[in-house]
C-alpha cells in the first residue's frame, strides 16, 4: 500500500490564491520530502523536512509535519499559473536507501 | 553541477520485443541510482535501485531487469516486453543517508503495442 497518500487528489484555484495540499503516511519516518512534476516531465525536490521539524519554509513555500497524526501539509502562498503541475510527497523511512512516493496532487492554477 | 540524463525521450515497442534505457548521472562519484515507473495519473512505483556497480535491488517482480556496469550508469532492460510495461520511467539519483533528496531525470514515455 502506499506510505503517502495526497489530499486532493485534485485542486483547482485563481492566480493569487493560496493552495493546500495534505499527505498522510502509516508508518514512522526519518523525513518527508515534497516534489512537484510538471506534465511528461520528471520530479523536481521542492522541500525537506525531518520527522523533528515541524514547520519549513521556502520562498512561497510553507511545509508543516505532524508525526502524532502522521501527516503532512504543503502550502503554496500567492499562486501562480506556473505553479500548474503535480505535487508529490515522499517518505523516507532510513531502512533502506529509498522513497516511497504518494499518489500525488494536481493542481491547476488558472489566471 | 550535476545533471542526469535518460534516453530515448520516448519509446514505441511492439510486444515481444527487447527493451533497453539508459540513464547516466554526471558530477557526482557513487551515487544511488533508481528506476521508477509511474502509470498515467499515478504516483511513483520504484522499480529497482543500487547503491554501487553491480548492486542492484529489486523491489517489485516482472518482466524488468536493471544493471549498473558503470557507477554513473544504469540501465533498464527486458527481454521480452509486455502491454503492461507501458507506462512512464524515470531515473534518479541520491546520495547516501546524509542527503535524502532525489533529483530525476527527464523521463522515457514508453508504449508497448
Known amino acids: 500500500s502506499q506510505q503517502g497518500e495526497e489530499d486532493p487528489q485534485a485542486l483547482s484555484i485563481q492566480e493569487g490564491e493560496n493552495a493546500t495540499m495534505n499527505c498522510s503516511y502509516k508508518?514512522?519516518?526519518?523525513?518527508l520530502q515534497w516534489y512537484r512534476q510538471n506534465s511528461g516531465r520528471g520530479l523536481v525536490h521542492l522541500i525537506l523536512i525531518r520527522s523533528n521539524e515541524r514547520e519549513k519554509h521556502s520562498g512561497r513555500l510553507r511545509v508543516t509535519l505532524d508525526t502524532s497524526k502522521k501527516s503532512s501539509s504543503l502550502l503554496i502562498t500567492a499562486s501562480r499559473a506556473a505553479d500548474t503541475a503535480s505535487y508529490f510527497c515522499?517518505?523516507?523511512?532510513?531502512?533502506?536507501?529509498?522513497?516511497?512516493f504518494g499518489t500525488g496532487t494536481r493542481l491547476q492554477v488558472t489566471l | 553541477s550535476q545533471t542526469i540524463h535518460q534516453w530515448p525521450a520516448t519509446l514505441v515497442q511492439p510486444v515481444g520485443s527487447p527493451l533497453s534505457l539508459e540513464c547516466t548521472v554526471e558530477g557526482t562519484s557513487n551515487p544511488n541510482l533508481y528506476w521508477y515507473r509511474q502509470a498515467a495519473g499515478r504516483g511513483l512505483q520504484l522499480l529497482f535501485y543500487?547503491?554501487?556497480?553491480?548492486?542492484i535491488s529489486s523491489e517489485v517482480p516482472q518482466n524488468l531487469s536493471a544493471s549498473r556496469p558503470q557507477d554513473r550508469q544504469f540501465i533498464l532492460s527486458s527481454k521480452k516486453l509486455l502491454l503492461s510495461d507501458s507506462g512512464f520511467y524515470l531515473c534518479?539519483?541520491?546520495?547516501?543517508?546524509?542527503?535524502?533528496?532525489?533529483?530525476f531525470g527527464p523521463g522515457t514515455r514508453l508504449t508497448v503495442l
Open positions: 508508518t514512522s519516518i526519518n523525513n
Open positions: 534518479a539519483w541520491g546520495m547516501g543517508v546524509a542527503y535524502n533528496e532525489q533529483f
Open positions: 515522499a517518505t523516507y523511512t532510513g531502512t533502506a536507501s529509498k522513497l516511497t
Open positions: 543500487s547503491v554501487g556497480i553491480g548492486q
